[in-house]
């Protein structure tokens, strides 16, 4: 089997923002019942992208993970994010891989992916996508050899976990 191929260049600056998963492949840390899945990528002090995802959990509770992710080289389309508390990621090895398999000119829909072929995301601008959007993006996935046949989509409600209700926990 060929490997997976990420995009040949990502423009950062135009990724960063607020995504909304429209389906992923189960993860073993995630709630395969949480609704409102976000992710909203900013640019860190350090340089590095900063990872916010949020959603609501199985029991309607907010809930939120933060972590950092940095480009592998200069495509900028492989990264590498950590999920652990800053003080531990230096850590080696506890660092994920994250590939922007597929993206549309305007940066408004991502195919994202690891090399193992054990994580996917379809990603949007939006809470919903036309479903021959998401259909494309996952016949790129299936053409790279992954195995949709999991595949989870995340009910969004019109909710967002916001900071107060993140104080509030």
Known sequence: MNDVIAVPHLDLDRYLGRWYEICRLPLKYEDETATDITATYSLADNGKVRVDNRCFDAEGQPTQA?????????????????????????IPFTE??????????????????????????VLSRSPELPQSTTQEYLDEARSQGFDLSSLIIPKHTGREVTESMLEER
């Open 66 to 90: 933060l972590g950092e992710a940095s480009p592998v080289d200069e495509a900028n389309s492989r990264l590498k994010v950590s999920f652990l508390p800053k003080g531990l990621r230096w």
């Open 96 to 121: 994920g891989d994250y590939w922007v398999l597929k993206i549309d000119p305007d940066y408004q829909v991502s195919l994202v992916g690891t090399p193992d072929r054990k994580n996917l995301w």
